[in-house]
């Protein structure tokens, strides 16, 4: 079994998240290779700082940051 970093994970999806409009969850898992459980874990992560507001279509789960205009820390 691996080890997985959920914070270091969430950290490169903030990256993707705040350079953009919007990504789903599919998009995301699919530009860091890694699962969609990963990648909803590393959501989850971020909605848990209050970093990102989480909308839902008929298909997909859409992530967007709520304030891209300031610094976020982590740990």
Known sequence: MNTINIRQIS????????????????ELATKLNISIEIAALSAGWLMAED??????????????????YHPIYFG
Do not use: G, M, Q
Request: glycine share 0%; net charge neutral; hydrophobic share 30%.
């Open 11 to 26: 950290e490169k999806a903030w990256h993707i998240i705040s350079n953009s409009d919007h990504v789903t969850l599919s």
């Open 51 to 68: 970093k990102i507001h989480v909308d839902t279509t008929e298909k997909d789960i859409v992530l967007s940051p709520k304030n891209r």
